[in-house]
Structures are given as C-alpha cells and as structure tokens.
C-alpha cells in the first residue's frame, strides 16, 4: 500500500535559521497538501500542489512538488517564533485512504 | 473557508463509560466526514470515514464496537467510545471537505479525551 514518509521528525532552530521538512511517498501522488498545526491546536490547511515540478510561495514559505510526483518539501526562511508548530504533508484522498505523514515538529529558539 | 466545530473541546471521565463527541459542519453540508486519533507527539491516524446516511468504514484495526459513528445528518457526526478505558485517552478530530475544493480538509478543533 501506500507509504508517505517524512523527515525530520524534530527540528529545533534558532530564530531566523531556515527549516526544510520533506515528504516522501513510494506511489505516484495526484497531489500533496501541506498541514501546520500549532501546539494544542488542529491541523491547519497550507497549500496543495498539483502539478510536476510546481514551486508555490507564501512569504516565507516555499513549497515544492517534485518531478515524479513522489516527494515533496516546504522551506521556512529565516524562522519565527510563530512558525512553531508541527508541519504535516497529507497525499489528499488516495483511493479512499486519508494518510498523513507522520509529521515535523518545528521549535524555533528566540 | 469552511468552518467544523467540535464538542466538547475536552473531556474526563470514569473508565467504563461512554463519551460521545459531535462534529458539525457549520456552513456546509458534509456527506463524508472523517474521525481521527491522534496521541501525544504523533501523527493524525485515521479512524474511520463517517458516511451520511450509510454504515461507517473502518480502518483496519479499530473496533467499530467501541467507536461508535452515526452521521444522521448532512451537518453533524457523532463519534462514541463506549466503555472508555484509560488507553483510549487521546485527541480526537473530526474533518470535513467541500466537495470540489481540491479535497482540502477542515478540521474541527479536537476533543481532548481522558479517561481516569
């Protein structure tokens, strides 16, 4: 079946370091959606990509979705202390199958 | 966007007992909803997919006997653990989609269950 796997499980960063998490899948996606969820919080919608190759920002996020369609990253430059929280990448509906991957926790040292 | 409420946003109760958790969708209606657990420092692990009108589908190694899922309406699901033991001490999230919005998930604000 299909697997997402995604690395780091934990960063910790001192403010205005860069943070990179990436998203892994063994199947062919359709498309990859990014998730951050805020401690105690729930999981938020960042963006989808859709197509091979595609490159989206949002300010200081870059998100990237590779060639094959397999992997996929999201970039924080120059950290803040808001962008703590747990960053999700999430294959969208695979068949029927809703699977998140296991998740970055991202600590940010003022 | 889309707005998924949850209640109650926490819980503690006896183990042996049963909680019930609603999710709405409050201003869209959801044939589908899905039901999540997620523990401490883990990842959202799908329970089950909620289905208006219809039996719930169930991932693969959650009892449907203890959790309980009624979707009677277009705008509410309901989720019961029913003889709640500490082990199911846990967050829950509910999340919804529009249909045709790319499959982007809603999610409602969790209930924080724990059983003593």
């Known amino acids: 079946g299909q697997q997402v796997m995604q690395i780091p499980q934990y960063q910790h960063v001192q403010e205005g370091e860069d943070f990179t998490t990436y998203c892994n899948s063994s199947?062919?996606?359709?498309?990859i959606q990014w998730y951050k969820q805020r401690p105690g919080g729930h999981p938020v919608f960042l963006i989808q990509?859709?197509?091979?190759?595609e490159v989206k920002k949002q300010k200081r996020l870059t998100f990237q979705f590779g060639e094959a369609k397999k992997n996929s990253s999201l970039h924080i430059t120059a950290t803040q202390t808001t962008d703590v929280g747990t960053y999700f990448c999430?294959?969208?509906?695979?068949?029927?199958?809703?699977?998140f991957g296991q998740g970055t926790e991202l600590s940010v040292k003022p | 966007g889309a707005v998924v409420s949850q209640h109650p946003s926490w819980v503690i109760c006896k183990s042996g007992t049963s909680v019930k958790i609603e999710c709405r969708s409050l201003?869209?209606?959801?044939?589908?909803m899905f039901w999540y657990r997620q523990f401490p420092k883990q990842s959202l692990m799908l329970m089950a997919t909620?289905?208006?009108?219809?039996?719930?589908?169930?991932e693969q190694g959650v009892e449907k006997d203890k959790f309980l899922i009624n979707h009677a309406s277009l705008t509410l699901s309901t989720l019961t653990v029913t003889s709640a033991h500490p082990e199911d001490s846990s967050f829950y999230i509910c999340?919804?989609?529009?249909?045709?919005?790319?499959?982007?998930?809603?999610f409602g604000p969790g209930t924080r269950l724990t059983v003593l």
């Open positions: 201003d869209f209606q959801a044939t589908t």
């Open positions: 909620s289905n208006e009108g219809s039996k719930a589908t169930y």
């Open positions: 990509l859709v197509k091979s190759g």
């Open positions: 199947t062919t996606l359709s498309n």
């Open positions: 999340s919804a989609n529009l249909a045709g919005v790319n499959n982007e998930q809603f």
């Open positions: 999430f294959p969208g509906n695979q068949g029927g199958k809703l699977i």
